[in-house]
T-cell receptor, first 111, second 116 residues
Framework: GDSVTQMEGPVTLSEEAFLTINCTYT??????LFWYVQYPGEGLQLLLK?????DKGSNKGFEATYRKETTSFHLEKGSVQVSDSAVYFC??????????FGAGTRLFVKA | SAVISQKPSRDICQRGTSLTIQCQVD?????MFWYRQQPGQSLTLIAT?????????ESGFVIDKFPISRPNLTFSTLTVSNMSPEDSSIYLC?????????????FGPGTRLTVT
């Protein structure tokens, strides 16, 4: 069945460091891919998305490129801030309205 | 987009009791989803709630334990029945909203449940 695998956390970085959180997926068909972020004590918010191969989603300095050949959708940010500390979820939607989530990766950013 | 609110935001309950969680959306939506997020874990879909029909439950979840109501297109409730400490989780509702090229899930802030 469809699934999402993302790197285990926690990831701890210093402020202004480069961030990569790896995400790979298994799906039949052509899914849409998403990154959601969950700040402490809050629900999930959509961070960015890509709906077809080679699309790049971007928001708030974060980027991810839909790579069909490697079935990946890695999240990157060039310079993280303390306020980016959160849990990040990679997810896919194959068109049936249901979203399949990865396990989540907790990011800590130290000042 | 959609704005979703949940009540209560958190609760501490005794085992054997039940808690009803409310989810309110600021627009009419056909489908609403209920998720459970156990401590340190990802989200697990409990059920899909459609207005005017019985909720559809995922494997491992049953109506007797998690009865759901969907009286109209903006509101749903999830009841956690006969609670045990294993039910301690965050419960989230979400709705799919069509974007320009795909649907996007909008989530409520969650209900943090602790069962003692």
């Amino acid at each position: 069945g469809d699934s999402v695998t993302q790197m285990e956390g926690p990831v701890t970085l210093s402020e202004e460091a480069f961030l990569t959180i790896n995400c790979t997926y298994t799906a039949t068909g052509y899914p849409s891919l998403f990154w959601y972020v969950q700040y402490p004590g809050e629900g999930l918010q959509l961070l960015l998305k890509a709906t077809k191969a080679d699309d790049k989603g971007s928001n708030k300095g974060f980027e991810a490129t839909y790579r069909k050949e490697t079935t990946s959708f890695h999240l990157e940010k060039g310079s993280v801030q303390v306020s980016d500390s959160a849990v990040y979820f990679c997810a896919l939607d194959t068109g049936g309205f249901k979203t399949i989530f990865g396990a989540g990766t907790r990011l800590f950013v130290k000042a | 987009s959609a704005v979703i609110s949940q009540k209560p935001s958190r609760d501490i309950c005794q085992r054997g009791t039940s808690l009803t969680i409310q989810c309110q959306v600021d627009s009419q939506v056909t489908m609403m989803f209920w998720y459970r997020q156990q401590p340190g874990q990802s989200l697990t879909l409990i059920a899909t709630a459609n207005q005017g029909s019985e909720a559809t439950y995922e494997s491992g979840f049953v109506i007797d334990k998690f009865p759901i109501s969907r009286p109209n297109l903006t509101f749903s409730t999830l009841t956690v029945s006969n609670m045990s400490p294993e039910d301690s989780s965050i419960y989230l509702c979400s709705v799919p909203i069509p974007g320009r090229t795909s649907y996007e899930q909008y989530f409520g802030p969650g209900t943090r449940l602790t069962v003692t």
